[in-house]
């Protein structure tokens, strides 16, 4: 994960994804938002869990490593 975040970047402007919603429609809002700063996959996948708060966080936070993501 040697890509830095944008030199703009001041975080996201939306509602923390709790898991009681629609996760779909937040990882809408999340890409819409996130691609105003950048298109890479992997600044993507840095600020992501900081779109999340609560259960979702802490399940996200546990999640095992994955082959895809041991590649970034």
């Given at each position: 994960?040697?890509?830095?975040?944008?030199?703009h970047w001041k975080g996201?402007?939306?509602?923390?994804?709790?898991?009681?919603?629609?996760?779909?429609?937040?990882?809408?809002?999340?890409?819409t938002q996130a691609t105003?700063?950048?298109?890479?996959?992997?600044?993507?996948?840095?600020?992501?869990?900081?779109?999340?708060?609560?259960?979702?966080?802490?399940?996200?936070?546990?999640?095992?490593?994955?082959?895809?993501?041991?590649l970034i």
């Amino acid at each position: 994960m040697d890509v830095e975040l944008p030199f703009h970047w001041k975080g996201l402007n939306i509602e923390s994804y709790d898991g009681t919603t629609d996760p779909d429609k937040h990882v809408n809002i999340f890409s819409t938002q996130a691609t105003l700063y950048t298109d890479h996959d992997v600044v993507f996948c840095s600020i992501f869990p900081t779109s999340l708060k609560g259960a979702a966080l802490s399940w996200f936070t546990y999640l095992p490593p994955t082959p895809l993501l041991a590649l970034i």
